[in-house]
């Protein structure tokens, strides 16, 4: 259960950008997603998502291109296994936020 506390971080960051921390959200996020790596990997992309869509919000020069980043390499990730909704769901991702 060790992999939940990470999850835990992501919601609770999540929750801190939404109320203007986002500064500290994005690191806290950054952080708990690395830390999944030891969990399931459904939490991991969760997490990923979480922190585009923070990025994306924050708004900082830097942030559309690091978001960018996470979802291509998530995006190719899902063509190389073949997994179209998923490939779609990245392609969301960014989609709206242009």
């Known amino acids: 259960m060790k992999f939940l506390l990470p999850v835990t971080d992501i919601g609770a960051a999540r929750e801190a950008a939404t109320r203007g921390d986002r500064d500290t959200a994005i690191r806290e996020i950054r952080q708990a997603v690395d830390d999944t790596r030891e969990g399931y990997l459904f939490y991991r992309v969760w997490g990923t998502g979480v922190l585009v869509e923070t990025l994306l919000e924050r708004g900082a020069d830097c942030d559309r291109p690091e978001a960018l980043e996470l979802v291509g390499r998530y995006t190719a990730r899902a063509e190389s296994l ?13 989609r709206h936020r242009q």
């Open 82 to 94: 073949g997994f179209e909704g998923h490939i779609d769901w990245a392609q969301e991702m960014t």
